[in-house]
């Protein structure tokens, strides 16, 4: 079945970095999109990044040229690498293949940006 586990959250001062990860299996994750989204608390889920299968990307306009998005294939893993971090930022970050519906979510990891 498919499994999404994130990793790398934690508590950073504003203007501090942290890079996400996210290690997919029961997938064929070479040919899927990947994306991360966010939730913080009292707000609806939002899209962070994409990444397709061949690349290119695609961010929200609140993380455009602060974050980055990627993906190791050989690994079966996408990454979300996070600078100059804002407390507006603190959320539950998830990792989701779409291709999988409701499936394709993670558990998620917890972001705390300290002003």
């Known amino acids: 079945q498919v499994q999404l586990v994130e990793s790398g959250g934690g508590l950073v001062q504003a203007g501090g970095s942290l890079r996400l990860s996210c290690a997919a299996s029961?997938?064929?994750?070479?040919?899927?999109?990947m994306g991360w989204y966010r939730q913080a608390p009292g707000k609806q889920r939002e899209l962070v990044a994409t990444?397709?299968?061949?690349?290119?990307?695609n961010y929200a306009d609140s993380v455009k040229g602060r974050f980055t998005i990627s993906r190791d294939n050989a690994r079966n893993t996408v990454y979300l690498q996070m600078n100059s971090l804002k407390s507006e930022d603190t959320a539950v970050y998830y990792c989701?293949?779409?291709?999988?519906?409701?499936?394709?979510w993670g558990k998620g990891t917890l972001v705390t940006v300290s002003s």
């Open positions: 990444i397709a299968s061949g690349g290119s990307t």
């Open positions: 029961g997938i064929i994750f070479s040919i899927n999109v």
């Open positions: 989701h293949a779409p291709r999988y519906g409701m499936d394709g």
